[in-house]
């Protein structure tokens, strides 16, 4: 039975999740010692364009498929077989950027766990 | 008195006197086809606590911070220095089948220090994450 039907879940999570302390940061006046002090350690670090960059992130893999298949193979040359699978990466990602005195002139935020795996898979992507 | 169908003594009974031995069978197929299966990483090895304890900023050097860390999984080269970083990982993996179905977790969290050192190899900043004791054994 295992040969003709299986459906598979399987779920994986890298790193942890960023804390909402970094809605107090402020651009212009929040230091790199306070954001390190608030957050930790960084997951990634980076010299960008002069600037000092700061990535503090959590990575959540969603994975799913049903395999279908009739094995013929040893009495009849030709089988039968469906496969249909899924996988999806999603980041919730704090991007904070500093100035060569240490101080922050950019905060980005992405929240990609917001994003409900079935709904995300089966949307039309939006060029 | 209401009595419910289930219990009713009339061709149901006899329906699920029947359907028991193969619901039986399949409930033993299903249950000996399963697995179960546990993955941790072996080379995992938490931070010293006393020595982080030790890191003085404006004093520590490039030198100190190795003598007591040894080699950093990473160096970046920034604007006014570089950045030394410490990662330690530990991950643990989940796995369950039964029969047709099977269910996988993976989890993946670190120890991490970043040292930041100015021109002159003089620790100016540092941040410390202790998360890897939280991974854990899940299912989805």
Known sequence: MTGCISYRVIKAVEGRSVPNTYEEFRVGTTTLQKALQTLGAPDQVAELE??????YQQSLLANSGLSFGIPLTDIWGP?????????????DLVFLSFTPDGILSEIVIEKGSRYPYLKTMFSEVKE | MYE???????????????????????????FLQSCAGWVKNTDYHPFDAAKLDKLTVGKSTVVQVTEMLGAPSTIVKLSNGNAYIYRRSLSKGTGLWLLIVSFGNYEKRYDQVVIFF???????????TLDAHKAAYELP
């Open chain 2, 118 to 128: 100015d021109k002159k190899n003089i620790m100016t900043h540092y941040g410390v």
């Open chain 2, 4 to 30: 419910s169908s289930c219990f009713h003594r009339g061709k149901g009974d006899i329906t699920l006197k029947r359907l028991r031995e193969p619901l039986c069978i399949l409930l033993l197929v299903f």
């Open chain 1, 50 to 55: 002069g600037k000092d960059v700061l990535i």
């Open chain 1, 79 to 91: 089988g039968f077989s469906f496969s249909a699978y899924g996988e999806l990466v999603r980041y």
